[in-house]
Structure formats: C-alpha cells, structure tokens
C-alpha cells in the first residue's frame, strides 16, 4: 500500500495521559500535514512540515501539542496531558511541492487517528 | 470572520437532479482553491481543483469569481453516489501551501 498510513487508528485514553500518533507520508511526498477533525466540522489545520523543517503551526495550537519530522519521512504528533476537548479525529495528510510558487498541491489523506480522551 | 463559509445543507435531491454548492473566501490573496469530497467515517478525498476560468470534470463543474471572493460547485445528473460532503477548500492566509477547510456541505441523493 503507497498512501498515507496512520498509526494507532483508534486512542482511547484517559484525562492527563500522553498519546503520540504516527504518519507515514506517500514515500516521495515532501509537505506533510497535520489536521483535526471533529463531527460536523471540516479538518482543521494545525501544522505542516516541508520535507524535516516545521513551516507553520496554528495559532489554536495548545502547547500540549507538538508535532516532529525528523529526517523529513514519517511524523509525530504527540499532545501532552489530553483534555477531553482533544477527542477528534487526527487526519495527516502528505502532498507533493508543486513549481509555481504559492500554489498548493492536492493533499492525500491517511485515514486518521481516532483520539478519546475519558 | 471565517476563512472558508459554506451553508452546512443537507441538500436531499431526488437521482437526476441539478444540485449547486456555494463558498465564501475571506482572504484576497488566496491563490489555490478546490472542491474536496469526504464520505462518512472516511478521509476527505480531492474531487476537482478550481481555476480562474471556471473548469468541468464530467457532470462536475466549479467556478470561481474572485471578485467576490466566491467559489462554486455545480452537480449535474446526480447519482446516489454523489452522497457526501463537499468540502471547500482555499489556501490560508499567509501561506502558500496549508489549506483552510469550510466545514462542509452535505449532499443526499435520494432514489
């Protein structure tokens, strides 16, 4: 399978717990995004990466968040000491650098991670 | 003000019906612009980039009028299949590359 994987695809945890997630881009994809998406609402951005260097990050983003692409494949995202407004689904997205300047490329989504947090 | 407005729906059609999708952009200098299509429990999926001339994919056809700041999505002949949310989706402000989602316009097609 060459689309976006996500690992775990399903997080039930408890309040103040830590939960991480992993993506795995389209191998020769060098964005990589992150979203969060909960029911009734399209995706939300959080943060996205070009190839190992962290472009841009929400301003809604809680510092509970980061997020890491250390050698500019897979990613993590970890949030620290979940809240129950964390419950979501955790969509990455990866897409590939287009030549005109400005332009965004079609993103291709993994299937998410489902977080709970009780 | 949000960056991407789009009216929820649902929009229920009956098969063979012409169906119309609208979108607010709130940034000017937005430069990238598409129609994404996301079915229940599913990852959304891109169904068509928008340009500034207006272009058709089969019974698919968007337009944009930047002008207003407006963004379209026409439905020709609509099948059961075409159930789902149609996402709007526009480049962000200040950037060229993260892309801001609408929150969504559901669509049922009903026999």
């Known amino acids: 399978d060459t689309g976006v994987s996500q690992d775990p695809r399903h997080k039930i945890t408890k309040r103040g717990q830590n939960v991480t997630f992993r993506c795995d881009p389209i191998?020769?994809?060098?964005?990589l995004y992150w979203y969060r998406q909960t029911l009734g609402q399209g995706p939300e951005f959080l943060t996205y990466?070009?190839?190992?260097?962290?472009?841009?990050k929400s301003r809604l983003l809680s510092d509970r968040f980061s997020a890491e692409r250390p050698k500019g494949s897979f990613s993590t995202l970890e949030i620290q000491r979940t809240e129950q407004g964390d419950s979501a689904m955790y969509l990455c997205a990866s897409s590939l650098v287009r030549g005109l300047a400005g332009k965004a490329g079609e993103l291709f989504f993994g299937e998410g991670s489902r977080l709970t947090v009780l | 003000r949000k960056e991407v407005e789009q009216d929820p729906g649902p929009f229920n059609v009956p098969e063979g019906a012409t169906v119309a999708f609208n979108c607010t952009y709130s940034n000017s200098a937005s430069q990238s612009f598409f129609w994404y299509r996301q079915d229940c429990r599913k990852e959304p999926k891109l169904l068509m980039s928008?340009?500034?001339s207006g272009n058709e994919d089969g019974r698919f056809t968007a337009q944009l009028n930047r002008a207003s700041q407006y963004i379209s999505l026409l439905i020709r002949d609509s099948k059961l299949s075409d159930s789902a949310t149609y996402l709007c989706?526009?480049?962000?402000?200040?950037?060229?590359?993260?892309?801001?989602f609408g929150k969504g316009t559901s669509l049922l097609v009903t026999p």
């Open positions: 928008v340009y500034s």
């Open positions: 989706v526009v480049n962000m402000r200040n950037s060229g590359y993260a892309l801001n």
């Open positions: 191998s020769e994809h060098n964005r």
């Open positions: 990466f070009q190839n190992e260097a962290q472009l841009e």
